[in-house]
């Protein structure tokens, strides 16, 4: 049995039509989200170096404390500054009254040798893969023959993984950062990941707490139509795929697509126009209407 899949056109913008796929299975599939079927493996990359000592670190892990409890979801803890960490998870840390110690200085080298290390590890995995990256400070030698050549063999290594689930990386910049580096770090992943600053301690828990739920929830699907055109789209919630079509597409003569998730699944859906949208359906294309 297909899943459903409707549309309506968007009278007020030329000749664009927003399409919405619920990701619930068919009654009786034994599935009953796409979304809530796959998962993302999250892997928080936090700057223990000295200048996040005091409020910083303890906000960082009181919010992934909180994550912790609320999820109970034992993803892993990488910490570094000038050594990574990686034995660390957020239960483990959950259950250890003390915050994590932040000392000495930072070598940004040593965690991206650590990553290069854990996907090489794991690179049969199914799952996509997010790294929460966050930094207060800059590299001790920013110039330095180690950074460069620990970049050059991370690039290496993700260059090879363009056909696995996707890898990502957000970054949340604390303090004096070189903003043009972080924005660099977050191309690095086989999809682009978002960057946020943040000036005071209490906002850097705040960023910490938003990326890690953007990145538990938000996947990203590709779209192919009957006719053979592909849209690359994200979900809007856990249950719902929302984004609208070129100008001129015309969607009256298209009666199925597919959809294939992060993890190269791939289900059929009937397409049908949608007689009667309601409020709800129009705000969420307005939504993504570009201002």
């Not at 770090?185 to 828990?205: A, C, M, W």
């Not at 998730?261 to 009937?270: G, L, Y």
């Amino acid at each position: 049995m297909l899943g459903m899949a409707e549309y309506f056109k968007l009278q007020l913008f030329s000749q664009q039509s927003y399409i919405e796929i619920k990701l619930s299975q068919p009654e009786g599939s034994g599935v009953t989200s796409y979304v809530a079927s796959s998962g993302t493996e999250i892997i928080c990359c936090v700057d223990t170096s000295g200048s996040m000592a005091g409020s910083p670190i303890h906000n960082v892990c009181e919010v992934l404390r909180d994550i912790y409890q609320r999820t109970q979801k034992d993803h892993r803890l990488f910490t570094y500054n000038t050594q990574a960490d990686t034995k660390r998870t957020l239960k483990i840390l959950s259950e250890q009254k003390d915050d994590l110690k932040a000392d000495g200085g930072t070598s940004f080298a040593c965690i991206f040798n650590a990553i290069k290390d854990y996907l090489l590890q794991n690179s049969s995995s199914k799952k996509a893969t997010t790294f929460i990256f966050m930094t207060d400070g800059q590299d001790n030698e920013p110039n330095g023959s180690q950074l460069k050549k620990s970049i050059e063999m991370l690039k290496l290594v993700l260059s090879a993984m363009k056909n696995s689930p996707p890898i990502t990386f957000h970054v949340i910049g604390f303090g004096e950062v070189n903003d043009q580096f972080l924005n660099q770090i977050r191309t690095f992943g086989t999809r682009q990941g978002l960057f946020r600053y943040s000036t005071q301690s209490k906002e850097l828990q705040n960023n910490f707490n938003d990326m890690f739920e953007y990145a538990l929830n938000i996947r990203e699907y590709i779209v192919k139509f009957s006719n053979g055109k592909t849209y690359t789209v994200n979900n809007i919630d856990n249950e719902t795929i929302g984004f609208l079509t070129d100008d001129g597409d015309d969607l009256s003569a298209i009666k199925e697509l597919s959809l294939t998730d992060d993890t190269k699944m791939t289900i059929n859906f009937s397409l049908t126009q949608k007689q009667n949208a309601r409020p709800i359906d129009l705000l969420r294309a307005l939504n993504l209407v570009s201002p």
